[in-house]
Antibody, heavy 122, light 110 residues
Framework: EVQLVESGGGLIQPGGSLRLSCAAS????????MHWVRQAPGKGLVWVSR????????SYAASVKGRFTISKDDAKNTLYLQMNTLRAEDTAVYYC???????????????WGQGTMVTVSS | QSVLTQPPSASGTPGQRVTISCSAG????????VNWYQHLPGTAPKLLIY???QRPSGVPDRFSGSKSGSSASLAISGLQSEDEADYYC???????????FGGGTKLTVL
């Protein structure tokens, strides 16, 4: 079964760091673009970051650039999000998602994890 | 404030047809395909429509998408109680070099 399972969320003080993990099963991470998307309480979905199959290309939303780092371990088939200098506004459920290439440059997030909650508060 | 604009809410009665709009600028919907997602709180979002109007395997044909210029829409026909959820449009934004989502539309089945 194709599946993504996030872990690593929790309560962290402002200014602290946290690393989220996303374990993939049923497919190989190195064949896909992978993403992190978050949803703050009562708000909508917001794209956070992406990494390509071989890990050579990454990009970030302006709100997290310089503070968050996306990476992956192909041997463990696991995606990561290292979050530093956390702020209250980073409080959200964080989802990892697979981007599938439907051809002709058309991509969409076809597989999502259940999410992991990150709360930044003193 | 989201880059893509959706109405915050929509509603309909069972059996009705409901449409949800999504609009933005030339750097995203105007140039790139639109995808639609269904999200029930506490669950993983689900891909409903990709490439403006294509349905992934397993998505009922009650769900359809369209795009014209810098606007897109999702239509749900034969509304069912289980369709009550949040719906999001999304597209790649060439200027931001990232994906953008709409603010979401909460669909209520009356």
């Amino acid at each position: 079964e194709v599946q993504l399972v996030e872990s690593g969320g929790g309560l962290i003080q402002p200014g602290g760091s946290l690393r989220l993990s996303c374990a993939a099963s049923g497919f190989t991470l190195s064949n896909y673009w992978m993403h992190w998307v978050r949803q703050a309480p009562g708000k909508g979905l917001v794209w956070v970051s992406r990494v390509n199959g071989d890990g050579s290309t990454t990009s970030y939303a302006a709100s997290v650039k310089g503070r968050f780092t996306i990476s992956k371990d192909d041997a463990k088939n696991t995606l990561y999000l290292q979050m530093n200098t956390l702020r209250a506004e980073d409080t959200a459920v964080y989802y990892c998602a697979r981007s599938y290439n439907y051809g002709s440059g058309s991509f969409a997030f076809d597989i999502w994890g259940q999410g992991t909650m990150v709360t930044v508060s003193s | 404030q989201s880059v893509l604009t959706q109405p915050p809410s929509a509603s309909g009665t069972p059996g009705q047809r409901v449409t949800i709009s999504c609009s933005a600028g030339s750097s995203n919907i105007g140039r790139n395909a639109v995808n639609w997602y269904q999200h029930l709180p506490g669950t993983a979002p689900k891909l409903l429509i990709y490439n403006n109007n294509q349905r992934p395997s397993g998505v009922p044909d009650r769900f359809s998408g369209s795009k014209s210029g810098s606007s897109a829409s999702l239509a749900i026909s034969g509304l069912q109680s289980e369709d009550e959820a949040d719906y999001y449009c999304a597209a790649w934004d060439d200027s931001l070099n990232g994906w953008v989502f709409g603010g979401g539309t909460k669909l209520t089945v009356l």
